[in-house]
């Protein structure tokens, strides 16, 4: 595709609900990154896959999020029992390789996720 | 892990006006992108500059990692340049770092 494209835009949820992110990375991009970032913050890492595999998820603040990417191209971001503090943007990013040879990361529009 | 600040964290300009940003890093980077954060959120990339210096239009960065800082400059600015800009450096495996952001006002 064009360019990372995220799923919904905007999301309302009721606090305690399940929820669901979606991220199409640009097509061929091995890596896929999460990224949340707060009102008035700098994005902050979430997880990272390669492929299929999930290589580092240091980055997710609860065992209510959980992220898969089962055939190395679509993933889905998924928060449990939602609260309010999940409220922020989530941003899904992909670069073209993998491995130790690190390159530029292309940024999604984002999810916007409110908790009430 | 690297601790990334930018500064300044407000900059106002009348449209025509010159700038710098600058992006502080805690540790040796092998890379570091500027990204442009647009009005809908959307964060545009504008320069990948582990080192050196690159240029486009009015844009332009200097990375020195020996110093552990990189600089962006915006020259003529316009009001279409107002947003956050961010920094963000690499840290371990492929995870990016993000300062604080500068938030840049144009005024015409």
């Known amino acids: 595709g064009a360019g990372v494209s995220q799923s919904p835009r905007y999301k309302v949820a009721k606090r305690g609900q399940d929820v669901a992110l979606r991220c199409d990375p640009i097509?061929?991009?091995?890596?896929l990154f999460w990224y949340q970032q707060a009102l008035g913050q700098g994005p902050e890492f979430l997880t990272y896959?390669?492929?299929?595999?999930?290589?580092?998820k240091s980055g997710l603040p609860s065992d209510r999020f959980f992220a898969e990417r089962p055939e190395g191209s679509v993933s889905t971001l998924k928060i449990q029992r939602t609260q309010q503090e999940d409220s922020a943007v989530y941003l899904c990013?992909?670069?073209?390789?993998?491995?130790?040879?690190?390159?530029?990361?292309?940024f999604g529009p984002g999810t916007r996720l409110t908790v009430l | 892990g690297i601790q990334v600040e930018q500064s300044p964290p407000d900059l106002i300009l009348q449209e025509g006006a010159n700038s710098t940003l600058r992006c502080n890093f805690s540790d040796s980077v092998n890379n570091l992108q500027w990204f442009h954060q647009n009005p809908w959120g959307q964060l545009i990339n504008l320069f990948y500059?582990?080192?050196g210096t690159k240029q486009n239009g009015r844009l332009s960065a200097t990375t020195v990692a020996t110093e552990r800082y990189s600089l962006l400059y915006i020259s003529s600015s316009q009001t279409t340049d107002s947003g956050v800009y961010f920094c963000?450096?690499?840290?371990?495996?492929?995870?990016?770092?993000f300062g604080a952001g500068t938030i840049l006002r144009v005024k015409s």
């Open positions: 963000a450096a690499l840290e371990y495996g492929n995870k990016l770092v």
């Open positions: 990013a992909s670069s073209r390789r993998g491995g130790s040879s690190y390159n530029e990361q292309f």
């Open positions: 500059i582990p080192s």
């Open positions: 097509s061929g991009h091995v890596s």
């Open positions: 896959f390669q492929n299929e595999a999930q290589l580092d």
